[in-house]
């Protein structure tokens, strides 16, 4: 016997509940995942509609009394068969419950005062409004006392309920009560929010021509004809310098997929939204295309998923949820900067947008570009297996030069008395670019962990011997591992050197900022990070700030360097380009070539030629190296060869098992119970490594324990997963422990 999972309605707040019907044997070959189908439900037995979310062969309830799917609706076809079945993909790939890949991907109605205002408008006329208003006073009732007032004060004698709610202090029994006495009406308004808040509208905007040049047109064709190809590859990826105009090529393969019919999902990462972009777009496409970011409320995206589902717009652009707008005939999926690390979930499910792309484009006879300078590894590596295929912009628009860049070793610098983050060549050139009224931009890449532990005599970072990941200090003074648990004492000297200058790698924005006006006092400065930008417009507002020429230094965290254009920069710096380079995972290289090459392509953006400083413990690391060179192949050689040697993604995939509990204990039962039902499913070839400390070891009182898997096959690892679901969903019932899966990338080749 087989079951449907079935959820009754989608697409509102009662996304709460699957429950499950028997199918009969003569439906089992009609239903499918996605499937509309009818069944008697609830006392009355009423027939009801309602779409197949699983299929499955355990029976959650009791056997006698479950009732059965009576009959498949014709082939409703409609944008929720789609994402049913992405959410299919999404649980199990990903490992999540069924709720929460649907709730991943479906777009769920907020609450209705959450996306509808309304209008409250004075029915009597002043005259009679003043003299009610003194009955109220004389009775004492304040809050209606305070809303007519209000009413009577304001333009035209309406107000926006949420205005009177919010700033008049007034409540929905007081509006209600006065709508009942006859005093105001209340009508609904539906508003689309704008959240393109200031900017300028379409038709004040010149009219965009595009005029591709050569080597533009001839990837635009290119991939146009791949993609309409009878066998095409899963993703065109299009490698471009920054500036070499990616941008005007995905317009033009969007203008295209438009001009079919068809709709557009641009992905941008989350910083790169900015007022340039927005610009661009509405030029090109007008009114047809919306704007979504991560500061939008529950209820503004709503709004512009409904736009989408009405067929009120062709594009939407946004981060990684946009991924999800449902579009009816979906043609093309642009990931930009498709490398950046923000493309995956921080959350369960923790899917990356790359492959859910690819998925939904399959599904919808669509296709995939990613765009980026510095490709990630993983498609890079996809594209030379022929899986993806590749695509160069090799040269700058209008042929303007690239940055010049220069590493700076600070061992040399401390060896010769200079024990500041600025080096001597870095101070003259911010003396130099200060005087000639240059922007320049100085960042520290911060991402990974401050806590390895290096020496800033010779650059040594200390390495676990088992896992050439760099341990990580705690607070009671022992260097760890956190891939296999490895411990040791942290050293008083370099094991290399011998120096003492051997310790935790510590330095923040802040000092930077602070330092900086100490030695410049005549300089503006301005500091962007995650401190200053906590408020909604905190981002845009320093930034545009900086771009009108009203501070002379940008002091930030790499955020300052992704994806905006300052023509007047002509100064970069990494004060610390080490910083990202041993975070303990096996992507720091990646990440420390992308983020400085990006770097670079900040420099001299306008007519000034730039300079890019980069300023190291290691120049002789690779990554450095080759982003010095700005030469991606250089470094991705040297990349691949590590990867293969310890077998890391994409040469195998990996799969991260985050367990955590308040309780260590029954946690460490569970974690090695775990293990073993993992060692007794006997997978060839499966490489286990932990139980080990996770990373951080302890957040809010929950330990953190990993178990690591490595196999060729990323279905090996699924199995995997669902051994350890189903290990929970039987032993650990209490619900005091809690299971992640991290997948790592998933097999594109
Ligand atoms: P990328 O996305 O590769 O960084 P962009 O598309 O942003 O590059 O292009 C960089 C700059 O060059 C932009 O200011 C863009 O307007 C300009 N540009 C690129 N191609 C063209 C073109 N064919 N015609 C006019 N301007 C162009
Ligand atoms: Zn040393
Ligand atoms: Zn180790």
């Known amino acids: 016997m087989t079951y449907a999972n079935i959820i009754v309605d989608i697409s509102h707040e009662k996304l709460d509940k699957i429950f499950q019907f028997a199918i009969p044997k003569e439906l089992e070959e009609e239903i499918m995942v996605g499937s509309v189908v009818q069944f008697p439900f609830g006392t009355g037995n009423r027939l ?131 709508e009942e006495a006859g005093v105001i009406t209340v009508a609904k ?17 010149s009219e965009y021509e595009m005029n591709l040049t050569d080597h533009q047109l001839a990837c635009t064709d290119a991939i146009w004809q791949d993609a309409h ?82 067929g009120e717009i062709d594009i939407m652009v946004g981060p990684r949820s946009a991924l999800f707008t449902p579009f009816k005939n979906l043609g093309i999926i642009v990931i930009d900067e498709e490398h950046e690390s923000t493309y995956k979930s921080e959350t369960m499910p923790k899917y990356h947008a790359r492959e859910v792309a690819m998925e939904r484009a399959a599904q919808n006879q669509g296709f995939v570009v990613l765009g980026s300078a510095t490709p990630s590894v993983e498609s890079y590596y996809a594209a030379q297996m022929g899986t993806f295929k590749l695509y160069q912009l090799p040269e700058r628009f209008a ?54 532990v290096s020496c800033r005599s010779c650059g040594q970072v200390v390495k676990c011997p088992h896992c050439d990941v760099s341990l990580s200090l705690h607070n009671h003074g022992n260097m760890v591992c956190h891939y296999c648990g490895y411990e040791t004492k942290v050293f008083q000297s370099c094991p290399k050197c011998h120096s003492k200058y051997i310790g935790a790698f510590k330095a923040g924005t802040q000092q930077i900022e602070e330092l900086i006006r100490r030695e410049f006092p005549q300089a503006r400065v301005l500091r962007m990070d995650m401190d200053t930008t906590k408020n909604k417009e905190g981002h845009q507002k320093i930034l545009s700030v900086f771009a009108r020429g009203e501070a002379d230094i940008l002091v930030g965290t790499q955020m300052i360097v992704k994806g905006h254009d300052f023509p007047k920069v002509t ?28 770097a670079a392509g900040r420099a001299g953006r306008g007519e000034r030629k730039g300079i890019m400083l980069i300023q190291t413990y290691n120049p002789e690391n690779y990554s450095i190296q080759a982003a010095a060179k700005q030469d991606y192949q250089e470094f991705y050689q040297q990349e691949i060869n590590y990867r293969l040697l310890s077998n890391y993604p994409p040469i195998k995939n990996l799969l991260a098992i985050l367990i955590t509990s308040m309780d260590l204990e029954s946690l460490e039962k569970a974690v ?11 997978f060839q070839d499966m490489v286990l490594i932990g139980p080990a400390d996770a990373t951080v070891t302890k957040i809010q009182d929950y330990y953190r324990k990993v178990i690591y898997i490595k196999h060729q096959k990323y279905d090996i690892l699924t199995k995997a997963k669902d051994i350890v679901e189903e290990y929970g969903r039987k032993y650990l019932l209490g619900g005091n422990i809690f299971i992640q899966f991290d997948f790592n990338p998933m097999n594109t080749y």
């Open 48 to 178: 009801t509609k309602g779409y197949v979310v699983g299929i499955t062969e355990q029976c959650d309830y009791d056997r006698n009394k479950i009732k059965s799917v009576t009959g498949v609706l014709a082939k409703e076809q409609g944008v929720e068969q789609e994402f049913i079945r992405l959410a299919e993909f999404i649980r199990k790939n990903y490992g999540c419950t069924t709720l929460q890949a649907l709730k991943t991907v479906i777009p769920l109605k907020q609450k209705v005062q959450a996306s509808e205002d309304s209008i409250l408008s004075l029915k009597l006329t002043p005259a009679e409004s003043y003299k009610l208003l003194s009955i109220y006073q004389e009775k004492h009732y304040k809050a209606k006392v305070r809303l007519l007032q209000a009413l009577l004060d304001a333009p035209n004698h309406t107000l926006q309920k949420s205005t009177a709610l919010k700033a008049k202090q007034a409540t929905t029994p007081v509006i209600k009560s006065l």
């Open 189 to 205: 308004q539906r508003n689309y929010r704008n959240p393109k808040g200031g900017l300028r509208q379409s038709q004040e905007l």
């Open 229 to 310: 190809s009878y066998v095409p590859p899963k993703a065109h990826l299009l490698q471009g310098v920054t500036g070499s105009g990616k941008t005007v090529v995905y317009m033009e393969l969007i203008r295209r997929t438009i001009a079919e019919g068809r709709q557009a999902i641009l992905l941008i990462p989350e910083i790169a939204l900015t007022f340039q972009t927005v610009e661009r777009f509405q030029q090109l496409f007008g009114e047809r295309v919306s704007f979504m970011h991560s500061r939008l409320s529950k209820g503004e995206r709503f709004d512009q998923f409904e736009r989408a589902m009405k």
């Open 399 to 452: 042929g303007r030069d690239m940055a010049e860049t220069e590493i700076i070793d600070l061992r040399q610098e401390l060896r010769q008395g200079n024990r500041s983050v600025l080096s001597r060549r870095l101070y003259g050139l911010i003396e130099d670019r200060l005087a000639k009224k240059e922007q320049i931009m100085l960042f520290i890449n911060r991402r990974g962990y401050a806590g390895f």
């Open 571 to 598: 100064l970069v710096a990494a004060l610390a380009a080490d910083m990202s380079l041993y975070a303990n995972d096996y992507h720091a290289a990646e990440r420390t070539f992308a983020l400085l090459t990006q």
């Open 672 to 682: 090695l119970q775990m293990k073993n039902q993992l060692i007794q499913a006997d």
